[in-house]
């Protein structure tokens, strides 16, 4: 530890991001068993996990509180969750790719893609889209 107690808040970090895979996931099995195909509910069920996981991350993790600065923020967290995204989409579609079995239960597929983009997303969140908005301890 280099004395940044933020360092501490991986473990904290990863559940919200257990609770934002849990609901991708149930979004996406939801739209997958309704509508069918791939991408369409792998995009709309990534989307409200973004949401989901920003919320609980300002609130919990991070603890940024109020409206002030609150949608610069959520610009920010999108930002760097898009870079987890496609890291997330690109496993997720090697693996469909490579893989007959995962095509039949594609929702674990979207386990591994989050598990490998998660730490793009605690590093962007740690250093720049919360470091911002008065993160304290």
Same mark, same amino acid.
């Given at each position: 530890m280099t004395g940044d107690k933020r360092e501490s808040?991986?473990?904290?970090?990863a559940v919200v991001g257990m609770v934002g895979f849990i609901v991708d996931a149930a979004v996406f099995q939801l739209l997958y068993s309704t509508l069918g195909g791939y991408v369409l509910p792998r995009?709309?069920? @990534?989307?409200?996990?973004?949401v989901v996981t920003w919320g609980?991350?300002?609130?919990? %993790?991070?603890?940024?509180?109020?409206?002030?600065?609150?949608?610069?923020?959520?610009?920010?967290y999108v930002t760097v969750q898009s870079s987890g995204i496609v890291v997330n989409f690109a496993v997720y579609a090697l693996l469909l @790719?490579?893989?007959?079995a995962l095509r039949q239960v594609p929702v674990a597929a979207v386990a %591994?893609?989050?598990?490998v983009a998660m730490v793009f997303n605690y590093l962007g969140a740690r250093h720049w889209v919360f470091a911002k908005t008065g993160w304290r301890p």
């Open positions: 808040l991986f473990p904290a970090f995009i709309l069920a @990534t989307a409200v996990a973004v609980l991350n300002r609130r919990f %993790v991070f603890r940024t509180a109020g409206t002030t600065g609150a949608a610069k923020e959520f610009v920010r @790719t490579l893989s007959e %591994v893609g989050a598990l």
